[in-house]
């Protein structure tokens, strides 16, 4: 079984690898039971979801695959999205409530254990956020609150009105998407990667007991594809199959575990819909790299040292 670990401030005992959704739509349904089940017995019972996933037809499938009940709903933890709507972000009460609604009902709960802002707002109004969180929270829907996507200012700005610790921020993060480790590994340099993208978003969700949750851990680019195998990467490769050998694992295994060897204690989300990439990934929670191969891996994918 998965260890565990408290989601940011909260006394949610979850564990440290989060199943993502966004892709089943993409398998038929006999293979998606299997894969929800799969995930069940490794201890993989948190799962990750968002009102734009198949345009919400993910979150219906999900409940129907798992056989959505009393019983299967308190051995899980429910994780959805909202903000994001066609061609806006949206974080308004009445957009946020609604969305909520229509999440609870196609993942057939009452309730939401966390419910990140999707995307931020040019347009949020803290203060209405606030309103929202409080009905959500008081009524019972949403348990805790979170955001994806944001960096520290905006956080800071949303918990100056919010009453509620926002446990959890979803981040890309992948050993080839690292800058927001690199800008902080290149202080006082005269080079790209020196330039701070974020607000040190990272340190900033470390000093406020915030879960850094990295999603598309095996991606380069934004959606350009995976790293693993990929010609572009021979380097990276070559090094994450050596570690893997010394392991007894698969080069799946140390791209996750390279992320969990970091001590802001992240919760990465896995988005393959692959049982046996699954369970290779949850093989990370178990694998601990050493500071010369965490370095190794890093440099391997072309990131520099000063």
Known sequence: ML??????????????????????????????ERFVQTALEEGANFFDHADIYGHGECEKIFAD?????????????????????KGLFDFSKEHILESVDRILK??????????????????????????????????GKVRHFGVSNHNSMQIQLLQKFVKQPLVANQLQLSITNSTMITSGLNVNMENDAAVNRDGSVLDFCRLNDITIQPWSPFQYGFFEGVFLGN????????????????????????????????PANMQPIIGTMNTDRL????????????????????????????
């Open 65 to 85: 695959v798992i056989h959505m009940n009393d019983d299967i709903r308190e051995k899980i933890i429910l994780q959805s999205k909202c903000g994001i709507r």
């Open 231 to 262: 010609d572009r990467f021979p380097e990276l490769n070559q090094k994450l199959d050596e570690v893997a050998s010394k392991y007894n694992v698969s080069n799946t295994t140390i791209a996750i575990a390279w992320l969990l060897r970091h």
């Open 3 to 32: 260890r565990t670990m408290k989601l940011g401030s909260s006394n949610l005992e979850v564990p440290v690898l989060a199943v993502g959704c966004m892709r089943i739509n993409k398998i038929d349904k006999s293979k998606a």
């Open 279 to 306: 369970k290779d990934c949850c093989q990370a929670a178990n694998t601990t790299l050493t500071r010369e191969e965490w370095y190794s891996i890093y440099r391997s994918a072309g990131n520099i040292l000063p």
């Open 106 to 139: 196609r993942l057939r709960t009452d309730y939401l254990d966390v419910l990140l802002l999707h995307r931020p707002d040019a347009l949020a109004e803290p203060e209405e956020v606030a309103e929202t969180f409080d009905i959500l929270e008081s009524s």
